[in-house]
């Protein structure tokens, strides 16, 4: 359904330096540096799946999603979403995907969500029957009633992300782009747009590539993970897989009676320490953790430990750490 070869896109930035006398230098000569987005990235997604494209800032995750919806036209290398190289048949490509920047909006402000549903009606042609049946159901999944009269201005950041994801949904796309959903949102919305995700990619068979900071996002919704670091793509596999990858690490909580300070545990990387608990990552195969509780019984008193296999959140920053991102 996606097929990337080797696409690289790099930016040319005007350098600036500080100071009146750089800026009129600047006047007469242009300096330039130049960005490398992405480096020869290729990959594969197939209809129907939920695939969680991370990594760091300024990793290159949006330049991808913009290259992959047709807002930018790489340097070099192909794609096919579909069957449609994006930046070129863009008119007849978009009416197949539907796009969602967290960051910004979609909707015009000063007007209610419904005339801006209306005006994209009419921007993508989309037939009456299949708009009143896309806005119905769109609009009961995500409860939309009650806020579909308001400008979009008075919206919380919530309410606003659900009728961004209704509005990129209207006619009925069959790929979803969606570059960082759940940003600012409370723990509340952030379930709720997790679950509508879910549900039109089961129920609609919607293929779904979403950047996000969040591993919890990657945990509730992604089978697959593509991770890029510096332009260039990483890790390309299952989240079991990459569970498989660091499974013998475990993740050892220790809660002390009294205050305590830091204190190296061989075997053990300290993965935070509050006055009242601490949180190590323990690889098994290098250290017993009776050891690691034992070690650390010597300098406080403990009051409760637990064992846990670590978190996906955890075992992103392994994978970050294991290439130096
Ligand atoms: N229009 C642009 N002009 C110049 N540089 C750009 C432009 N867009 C992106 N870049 C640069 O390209 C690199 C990749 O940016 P990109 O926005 O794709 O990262 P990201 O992985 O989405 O980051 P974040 O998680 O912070 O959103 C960065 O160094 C960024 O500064």
Redesign the pocket.
């Known amino acids: 359904m996606i097929e990337l070869q080797g696409i690289s896109k790099s930016?040319k930035?005007a350098k600036r330096s500080a100071g009146l006398r750089q800026a009129a230098k600047a006047l007469f000569v242009r300096e330039h540096t130049i960005?490398h987005?992405l480096h020869d990235i290729s990959f594969s997604i197939g209809e129907g799946e939920i695939v969680g494209y991370i990594?760091?800032?300024?990793?290159?995750?949006?330049?991808?999603i913009k290259v992959m919806s047709g807002i930018l036209m790489p340097d070099r290398g192909t794609c096919s979403v579909m069957g449609f190289t994006p930046w070129k048949d863009r008119t007849a490509y978009v009416r197949h995907i539907g796009v969602v920047f967290g960051q910004r909006s979609q909707l015009w402000w000063d007007v209610p969500v419904i005339d801006s549903f209306e005006l994209l009606r009419d921007i993508y042609h989309i037939p009456a029957a299949e708009y009143k049946k896309n806005l119905s159901l769109l609009t009961e999944t995500l409860g939309l009633q009650e806020i579909m009269h308001m400008p979009v201005r008075q919206l919380s950041l919530g309410q606003r992300m659900r009728c961004e994801i209704a509005a990129s949904l209207l006619h009925g796309p069959k790929i979803l782009f969606l570059d960082e959903p759940t940003i600012g949102l409370d723990a509340v919305s952030k379930i709720a747009v997790r679950q509508f995700i879910k549900t039109i990619n089961k129920e609609k068979g919607v293929t779904v590539i979403l950047?996000t900071?969040d591993m919890q996002d990657i945990e509730a919704l992604a089978d697959r993970i593509l991770m890029?670091g510096k332009g260039t793509l990483l890790y390309d596999g299952t989240v079991s897989a990459l569970r498989g990858k660091f499974g013998t690490h475990r993740l050892v909580t220790i809660d002390f009676r009294e205050h305590a300070t830091p204190v190296d545990i061989r075997g053990a990387s300290l993965i935070s320490w509050s006055p009242e608990r601490a949180v190590f990552s323990v690889d098994t195969e290098r250290a017993a953790i009776a050891g690691v509780i034992s070690a650390l019984s010597e300098h406080v008193e403990l009051l409760d430990v637990a064992i846990e296999s670590t978190p996906v959140e955890q075992l992103i920053v392994e994978l970050y750490k294991e290439h130096q991102v």
Request: proline fraction near 6%.
């Open positions: 930016f930035v960005v987005a990594g760091p800032n300024g990793a290159g995750k949006s330049t991808s950047t900071h890029i």
